[in-house]
Structure formats: structure tokens, C-alpha cells
């Protein structure tokens, strides 16, 4: 039996919701020996300093302490209800925003439910293996962090589906703990979690591009008309900025790292640099061309009639939608999509409605980019003559308009033999990924102690010095 203030954290009245408590009841054991099977690889003795959120309250979702992570106290919160609430967009613009699932959106409400669902632990089947070629105790209690929250992310959607969807919700559920990442039977739903996470630049690499898809899709369902949804989201983006300090951190203190090694010993060729144990400037622009471009594809089609859906019918709104100024159901508007003709690419004018994962995707690389100029600049600091770019937004497509077509990194439309031809220039190769792996063969876990690869990062995590003990191994 559980104690529901307890043991689940919550703002949802859950000690008084006998429905759900069963129906969580049910779900729980099989959420923790999916946590057994397919959480982070031999870590349940480990006690690691985590933060909790236990109220939705500034401080109530900051608690640290030492906790087992098959004990993590896995809360639901909802940002709390603004009883003036409106749906905001789309053709039901100014009722009030909806409490119970409207009957006519139920599918399709739930459809969106279920691919957000998936991606969260789909992230933590990625990185399963990753703990154990930690380049430090801070770094470990860090991915520790971002899995039990991508854990938390997924007992959200989870509540909504028990609380709002019966008995079809319940069966999603369990299907969540079903699909595995990678998996030929059963994948995960979305292109891009179901690429492996083979080592810590993909992982910084990942956070930094993937879970800031996280942030934007967040962001568009925290507008939805469907009030749950929307609070719940609000909640979610206050732990999803966290996951995104670790990727970019990460990846900026391994640039440093390069830059450092590059400076103190005069070297500029990739080989040289690899032969000092860091990650050469090349491989890192390599990283993020793939991980950029997989997560362009997580946007969906440019022009899609399912995005123009879920907004007209008031369920998943633009990136700050009650900030835009006009009409919020975009009748009249048009938006530019690019497309393929011959050998060109084409930008043409199509109805703004369809072009809503186009128009995100293009809120999501104006604030990526602004992430790599600030990776640029630890460079610059160095003095080192190397620029790091984001790929053409056709380059390595397999989603809308630019699939099926070969662009370069700089956007020339090439043919599939041109294009094979570079695409270990471009992207990272098996011999990359092993190199990457050999500096990454075991754990680094002496207190305070970096692995040569990275640099230390400039503060530790709530205040606690760089050698302070993150993990406690038993
Ligand atoms: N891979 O009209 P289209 C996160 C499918 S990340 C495979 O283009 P739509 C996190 C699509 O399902 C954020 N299939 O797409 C990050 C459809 O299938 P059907 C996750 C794909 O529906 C890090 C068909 O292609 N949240 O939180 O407009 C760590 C044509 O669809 C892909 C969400 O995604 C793909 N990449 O948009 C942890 C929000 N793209 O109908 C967590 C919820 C499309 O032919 N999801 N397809 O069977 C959505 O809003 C939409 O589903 C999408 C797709 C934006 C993803």
C-alpha cells in the first residue's frame, strides 16, 4: 500500500482520488522494474545527491540529500490553476480553458500525450550505460539528476493518462514501459531516441540539442486549451532547463579542455590533438552536425495538416503564444517553407496553419544558435582560429521536405554518391566514435578528480565544493 503524500509527492489531491491511486497502484511496480532493467546501468545501491521536488513551490522543488534512485520520490505536479484561464488560440479562442478532455479531441489529445511520454525514458534507456565512464563524481551525479527527472517527466504524462484517458490511458501507460529504445519490435516512437548515446560528448550533445526540443515542445503544449496539460508542462520546463545547463556545461568544458591542451602545447592538427587525449575541434563540430540535424527531424513535416489540427482545435499552441501579437487563430497568415526543386532550393509561401512545426523549428535554431556562439567564444578566448557552424537545416533530413534529398553541410543539393563521398567529413565516423569511446574506458571517481578530456566546470551543484563527495558508491 502506498503512503501518497509519502511516498508521491503531488499537488493533485491524490491521498483523496481512490481511481488513480489504483490505477498508479498498478502502474508503479512496473515503473520500477522498468527503472531495474533499463535505468542507469548498476547504480541502485548508489547514493546519490539528488534534488527532489516535493511542492511546486520556489523551494519546495530543491530539496537536496543523499537518496537511492530506485527510492527517488517520484512526484506529479501541476503548475497551480488559474481559475481565469482561457483557451487561447485556435477556433474555441476565449472559452474557458478546458478541465476534462473534450470528447471530440480525445485521440488526438491523447496521441500527443503519448509521443511526449515516450521520449522520457527513451532518454534514460540511452544513456543507460553512460555512469560508467563518468569523467568525474559531479558529472555522474548530473546524469543521475537528468534520469530521474526524465523519470519524473514520464509519471506526468502518466498521470494524465490514468486521470483523464480510463482504461484506453491505462494501456498507454503500460505501453510506455513497453517500447525500448533501438528496438526493431518495439521502438520508441520519435526518430531521434531511438539512436544510441554511445558516450559523454553525445550525451552533452544530446541535452544540449535534444532536451531543448524538450523546452519547445514543453512551451507549445504549456499554451494547450487542455488545462492539465498546460500546468502540468509549466512544471516540467523548471526541471528541463537544468538538463540543458548539462549539455551545454558539458560540451563548452570539453572545448575549453581542447583549447587549453591546443594552446599550452602549440598544436592545431586533429592527429596531434588526439594524440594528448582530448576531442579535437573536428570531431566536436562532427557531434553536433548529427545531433543538431536528428533533432531538426523532431519537429515533424514543414507543412503538416496534424500540426494545423492540434492548433486550430485549441491543443498545442505556438513557442509564446499568448505573447504573439495577432489574430491566434491564423487565418490569414502565411509562413516561408523551403523545398527541393531540381537542384534548387525553393522558399515558397504556405498558410502559417500548416507550417507550425516549421516555425518552431525555426524558434528552436535561433536560440540553438545562440547556444553555439556562446561555444564559439571559449574558442575565440583562445585565440584559436576555428569556427564552429550549424549545418544548412536540409543537411542529414529524414523528415519533410529536404527527406530523401542529399545536402551538404553548406545546403548544394548533391547527388547520393557525392554526398557518400563526405559523409565522414561531415559526420562522425565508427572511427570517431571510438576514439571518443577509448578516452572513455572506466570511471573516474577519486573526489574533485576530471577526466584529461573535460575541464572542471566553474561552480559545483547546490553550493558544494568541486571535491565534494556527489555519489557514494556501496
Ligand atoms: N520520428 O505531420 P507530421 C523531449 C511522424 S523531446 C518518427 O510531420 P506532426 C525530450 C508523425 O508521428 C519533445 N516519426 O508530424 C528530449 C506522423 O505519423 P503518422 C517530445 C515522426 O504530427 C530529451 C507522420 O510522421 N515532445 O521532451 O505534425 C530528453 C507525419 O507527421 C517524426 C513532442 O514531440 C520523427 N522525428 O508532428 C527527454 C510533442 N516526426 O500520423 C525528453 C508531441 C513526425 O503518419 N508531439 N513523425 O502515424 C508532437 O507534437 C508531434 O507528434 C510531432 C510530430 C511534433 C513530434
Known amino acids: 500500500m502506498i503512503n501518497y503524500t509519502e511516498k508521491i509527492p503531488n499537488n493533485v489531491d491524490l491521498g483523496r482520488d481512490r481511481v488513480l491511486q489504483r490505477a498508479l497502484e498498478h502502474w508503479q511496480p512496473a515503473y520500477l522494474s522498468w527503472w531495474y532493467d533499463m535505468g542507469p546501468n548498476e547504480s541502485h545501491n548508489f547514493e546519490v545527491y539528488l534534488r527532489t521536488a516535493i511542492s511546486v513551490e520556489p523551494d519546495g522543488w530543491a530539496q537536496f540529500d543523499y537518496i537511492k534512485m530506485p527510492e527517488y520520490r517520484w512526484g506529479i505536479f501541476l503548475q497551480p490553476r488559474d481559475e481565469k484561464r482561457q483557451v487561447n488560440f485556435g477556433i474555441h ?44 563524481l559531479y558529472d555522474l551525479r548530473n546524469i543521475f539528476q537528468v534520469n530521474v527527472e526524465e523519470g519524473r517527466h514520464l509519471w506526468a504524462m502518466v498521470y494524465l493518462l490514468h486521470r483523464y484517458f480510463g482504461r484506453d490511458g491505462r494501456e498507454e501507460a503500460e505501453s510506455l514501459l513497453a517500447r525500448r529504445s533501438g528496438d526493431t519490435d518495439n521502438p520508441r516512437i520519435l526518430g531521434a531516441f531511438n539512436e544510441p548515446t554511445p558516450d559523454w560528448l553525445a550525451f552533452y550533445m544530446f541535452t544540449f540539442f535534444t532536451d531543448r526540443d524538450g523546452k519547445f515542445q514543453l512551451c507549445a503544449l504549456a499554451e494547450s486549451g487542455f488545462d492539465p496539460l498546460a500546468r502540468t508542462c509549466r512544471f516540467m520546463l523548471t526541471e528541463e532547463a537544468h538538463h540543458m545547463f548539462v549539455g551545454e556545461s558539458g560540451v563548452s568544458r570539453i572545448i575549453q579542455r581542447t583549447c587549453e591542451v591546443m594552446k599550452e602545447n602549440k598544436i592545431d592538427a586533429p592527429a596531434d590533438v588526439r594524440a594528448l587525449g582530448v576531442i579535437d575541434l573536428q570531431t566536436i563540430q562532427r557531434y553536433l552536425n548529427f545531433h543538431y540535424s536528428v533533432t531538426l527531424d523532431l519537429y515533424g513535416s514543414d507543412v503538416s495538416s496534424n500540426a494545423a489540427n492540434y492548433y486550430t482545435s485549441g491543443l498545442k499552441g505556438r513557442f509564446r503564444e499568448t505573447k504573439l501579437e495577432d489574430d491566434h487563430t491564423l487565418r490569414d497568415a502565411m509562413y516561408p517553407v523551403s523545398e527541393v526543386v531540381g537542384d534548387k532550393i525553393n522558399t515558397k509561401q504556405v498558410p502559417a496553419l500548416t507550417a507550425l512545426n516549421e516555425r518552431l523549428r525555426d524558434d528552436y535554431i535561433e536560440e540553438i544558435q545562440a547556444g553555439v556562439n556562446r561555444w564559439q567564444r571559449v574558442i575565440d578566448e583562445a585565440g584559436i582560429p576555428f569556427r564552429l557552424t550549424l549545418p544548412h537545416k536540409g543537411f542529414h533530413r529524414e523528415i519533410g521536405n529536404f527527406a530523401g534529398h542529399f545536402i551538404s553541410l553548406t545546403g548544394e543539393i548533391l547527388t547520393e554518391e557525392q554526398w557518400k563521398a563526405h559523409e565522414f567529413d561531415w559526420l562522425p565516423s565508427p572511427k570517431d566514435y571510438s576514439y571518443v569511446q577509448s578516452l572513455m574506458s572506466g570511471r573516474v571517481a577519486e573526489l574533485g578528480k576530471f577526466a584529461n578530456w573535460i575541464a572542471p566546470p566553474v561552480k559545483g551543484v547546490n553550493g558544494q565544493p568541486l571535491d565534494f563527495q556527489y555519489v557514494r558508491f556501496n
Open 93 to 136: 479562442k476565449g472559452q474557458p480553458a478546458w478541465q476534462d478532455v473534450p470528447g471530440e479531441y480525445r485521440s488526438i489529445l491523447r496521441r500527443i500525450i503519448v509521443t511526449q511520454g515516450d521520449t522520457e525514458p527513451a532518454s534514460v534507456e540511452q544513456q543507460k550505460m553512460l555512469g560508467l565512464s563518468c569523467p568525474s
